[in-house]
């Protein structure tokens, strides 16, 4: 048994829990909204075509804020296309994705679906084939009271108040040569600049983003972000980072420390922009909008000269396909997890995250058209995080062995972060054990938080760390209760499996 502690006190807190760090995001790609958000015909559609089963789940997941409406689908997207009545909607070809989009889902549809699952819409613009003018007018057609021709558009959609949408994506990974429209750092920090300031003559008071990296992989990380903020320093207020994670050639142990590749690329995108606000002479600071991140087993981008599986030459292409849908394991539930408490530690400076994506496509919910709609392994760690974490991040400093991956080096085998609310009366931490093979008892420190009594302790675990839930087995894969904790004078002790993550709560009201 390995051996692990750390210490819980008020004294090292990060910042206030945010609920932004709780965000997903929607993109017209595959199943994630036809026959995943919206389906007219399902049993449990409302009125207006939206799954109310899906609607539960998301309630459930606790989703605070949802990026729509995409990803590289944003890149080629005529946002008036889905607006107005629907039997005058025109159908496109998706670029992006290589599929047919029949608009009959758009922003009207989904700012109801975002009212009816109470979560904030982040809308993104199209940087990538259009520019300023059409960006002005999605704004103002969203926002605007009334009284000029294009919000009056929306008022005779059905709308009459505006919808308030603050927070607003300059682009979508224009970094990217996949992406349609793919441009220079200095071409992208152009263009996002003076699209910001049209959009702060429409609304000063909008939250914008300006797009970051891909990932950290990207060869002009580091440099598009310093070009980009360059441009564009007093126009914004967030950069994007994306980041996706995979098991390599059955590599886990690599795959469980994916968390250490988010820590570092956090910090190094902000010192990147730590180091333009010196140059520029600034007050403000930049912070991150995390606003893609998951686990996704990647096949690799067709070419724009190839045709992708499936699609042969002269073939029509599909509507809403199969795409993308990633069937997750416990692995994947641990290292989601990690990905929660990595964000977390770094509240500081990442006030906005979007798990990428919401259903269907490398998605915590699963659905089949006319069927059931289920929780997937990642569910969990999501909605008992989002749940549970409340007032203050408290940075975990941990003394643990450390484990020998491939791809980091050596990593601790616990990763930890804790949360406290004192007017809650409570502290939770959220605890990784990243050893492929050994349990770890792991020992925190909570007497300065005051912990009196532990109120519950959930680990996700399994014998077979490759297991998944299924339709026929959707409760295969959860949270249990883990008997092997104690309390004794604020002093916690747990055991943790291996290859797994956990979260105990501690009562700290004296009750
Ligand atoms: O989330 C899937 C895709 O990943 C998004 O469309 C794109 O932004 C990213 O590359």
């Not at 002479?281 to 499936?310: C, H, L, M, T």
């Amino acid at each position: 048994m390995l051996h692990a502690s750390t210490t819980i006190d008020p004294a090292f807190r990060v910042a206030p829990v945010r609920r932004r760090t709780f965000g997903s995001f929607v993109e017209h790609l595959g199943r994630g909204v036809y026959t995943g958000i919206y389906e007219p015909h399902h049993p449990t559609a409302d009125a207006d075509g939206l799954r109310t089963d899906v609607l539960d789940l998301v309630r459930e997941l606790g989703v605070s804020t949802v990026r729509y409406p995409g990803g590289n689908f944003v890149s080629a997207y005529r946002w008036e296309d889905g607006v107005g009545p629907k039997d005058q909607r025109p159908t496109r070809l998706d670029l992006a994705w290589r599929a047919v989009e029949t608009n009959q889902f758009g922003l009207d549809e989904f700012m109801r679906w975002a009212e009816k699952a109470g979560v904030e819409p982040m809308m993104a613009v199209n940087l990538g084939t259009r520019g300023v003018l059409e960006a002005m007018d999605l704004l103002e057609y969203c926002n605007y009271p009334g009284g000029t021709t294009t919000s009056d558009q929306r008022v005779a959609h059905g709308r009459t108040e505006p919808y308030g949408v603050t927070m607003w994506c300059l682009g979508n990974e224009l970094d990217g040569p996949w992406q349609i429209g793919h441009r220079t750092a200095h071409e992208y920090g152009r263009i996002a600049a003076e699209t910001a300031r049209a959009m702060r003559f429409v609304q000063p008071d909008l939250e914008l983003v300006a797009c970051g990296s891909s990932h950290y992989g990207m060869p002009t990380f580091g440099t598009w972000e310093r070009t980009v903020l360059e441009e564009t320093y007093d126009l914004v207020d967030h950069i994007s980072l994306h980041a996706y994670y995979q098991e390599r050639d059955g590599d886990l142990a690599s795959f469980l420390a994916s968390a250490r590749n988010m820590d570092d690329y956090i910090r190094a995108a902000v010192a990147t922009a730590d180091s333009v606000r010196a140059e520029l002479k600034r007050d403000k600071r930049i912070q991150i909008s995390f606003d893609e991140w998951n686990v996704w087993y990647q096949a690799p981008n067709p070419e724009p000269w190839q045709y992708p599986p499936g699609l042969r030459a002269g073939q029509r292409w599909p509507q809403a396909p199969r795409q993308l849908e990633n069937i997750y394991t416990v692995a994947d539930a641990v290292v989601v997890g990690n990905l929660l408490i990595s964000l977390l530690r770094h509240s500081d400076r990442v006030t906005a995250a979007c798990q990428a994506q919401l259903v269907n496509v490398i998605a915590p919910i699963f659905t089949e058209p006319g069927g059931r709609a289920w929780k997937q392994s990642i569910f969990h760690p999501f909605a008992l995080t989002s749940a549970a974490a409340a007032g203050e991040v408290l940075w975990c400093e941990t003394r643990a062995p450390d484990v020998e991956t491939a791809t980091y080096g050596e990593v601790p085998v616990v990763d930890a972060v804790a949360t406290h609310d004192p007017d809650g009366g409570q502290a939770v931490v959220f605890v990784v054990n990243r050893s492929t093979a050994e349990p770890v008892t792991f020992e925190a420190d909570a007497r300065a938080v005051g912990a009196g009594r532990v109120q519950r302790c959930l680990t996700l675990a399994d014998e077979d760390v490759y297991a998944t839930n299924t339709a026929e087995e959707p409760e295969r894969v959860r949270p249990r209760d883990n008997p092997r904790v104690r309390l004794r004078e604020g002093l916690l002790s747990v055991v943790l499996p291996p290859v797994s993550w956990s979260m105990v709560t501690l009562a700290t009201d004296g009750s």
